[in-house]
């Protein structure tokens, strides 16, 4: 019976919204990231893409006066969904039932941040945000990096914010411990993900660089969101650097998208 009144009611929804076809494909067309989907994910991407647009208000800043339209939004709509493109629909709204809102701001914006370390100490410092999201609030992403998001290089702020609302999903800080599934082990998750966050400290204390932006190295939530970035933008780098974790992550988004990056 519930089976039968949400297929009713995904109908109505498509009846009055049809799909727009030719602004998919011009969202694909813009960004290398989706342009590297397979026609089947593409196929299921788009539609999800489209109702996620219904279901969460996108509001540009006032003092933001640049043109964006519909596969633009799509565009952006899609980048989010991209990371629950493997899971059921109920499991994709489930995931990002916690806001409502993405606000797009003219620029880079800045936070005062006050930070306790292991040995007790409160450090404040001003940091400059690309993005930001807290439990239950909107997404927050400056224009600019959304613009230089979308391609094959191991950056995107929106993924990386969407990321951070699936870490939100069981507790009120992003801890780089999202809901799992069954079939994760949380032992597993954390023996994984203390092992990357390890390597990066190593790296960093003995002053190399480490394999993906260091930025993950700042915080386990933070580590959660840039490996998160980097398995969907470039993956390769992500799985000559970590394998272990790389494997994980296909399991829990349940889709690989190393193959996509060298399909003709």
Avoid at 13 to 25: N, S
Avoid at 100 to 106: G, V
Avoid at 225 to 231: D, G, L, N, R
Wanted: net charge negative.
């Amino acid at each position: 019976m519930l089976r039968a009144w949400r297929r009713a009611r995904e109908r109505y929804f498509e009846a009055r919204h049809p799909f727009p076809d030719e602004a998919w494909r011009e969202s694909r067309a813009r960004l290398p990231l989706l342009a590297a989907l397979t026609e089947e994910e593409a196929s299921r991407l788009g539609p999800r893409a489209w109702r996620f647009l219904f279901d969460k208000r996108l509001s540009l800043h006032p003092e933001l006066d640049v043109p964006f339209d519909l596969p633009a939004r799509l565009a952006l709509a899609a980048q989010a969904c991209l990371l629950t493109l493997g899971w059921t629909e109920r499991e994709h709204r489930e995931a990002f039932a916690n806001f409502h809102e993405i606000l797009i701001l003219p620029e880079a914006f800045k936070r005062h941040v006050e930070e306790m370390d292991e040995f007790g100490v409160m450090h404040e410092y001003v940091d400059e945000r690309a993005g930001e999201t807290s439990y239950q609030g909107p997404i927050v992403i400056a224009f600019p990096d959304l613009m230089e998001s979308g391609d094959l290089n191991g950056f995107n702020v929106m993924i990386h914010e969407a990321s951070h609302k699936l870490d939100l999903g069981n507790s009120p800080d992003a801890d780089g411990f999202p809901p799992l599934p069954r079939d994760i082990d949380p032992r597993e998750w954390h023996r994984v993900f203390t092992a990357v966050w390890q390597d990066l400290q190593a790296h960093l204390a003995q002053g190399r660089e480490p394999p993906i932006d260091d930025y993950a190295a700042s915080h386990p939530g933070e580590c959660f969101a840039v490996c998160c970035e980097y398995f969907f933008t470039a993956p390769r780098i992500l799985d000559d650097a970590y394998p272990a974790l790389y494997a994980l992550l296909v399991r829990y988004f349940r889709q690989d998208p190393l193959p996509r990056r060298f399909r003709p």
